[in-house]
């Protein structure tokens, strides 16, 4: 099982994108989500931030709302 984020709320909901056409871009530090339109968001491996995942999702909210 692939691991993207040490937070499980994130892991999760990438997980559940990838079934929905999303993709993930490896990278050295952080792992890149990638819209079905080819916009990126930078996936939180290591949050240190409570409200990391509040945040994560509001960020992936704005950028499919904004290639609608």
Avoid: E, W
Avoid at 2 to 29: A, M, P
Avoid at 50 to 64: C, G, T, Y
């Amino acid at each position: 099982m692939k691991k993207y984020s040490s937070s499980k709320d994130i892991n999760t909901l990438v997980k559940k994108l990838l079934t929905q056409g999303f993709n993930v871009q490896l990278g050295k530090k952080h792992h890149k989500l990638v819209t079905p339109s080819g916009r990126k968001l930078t996936i939180p491996c290591s949050p240190s931030d409570i409200r990391a995942f509040d945040n994560f999702r509001h960020d992936l909210k704005q950028l499919v709302k904004d290639q609608l």
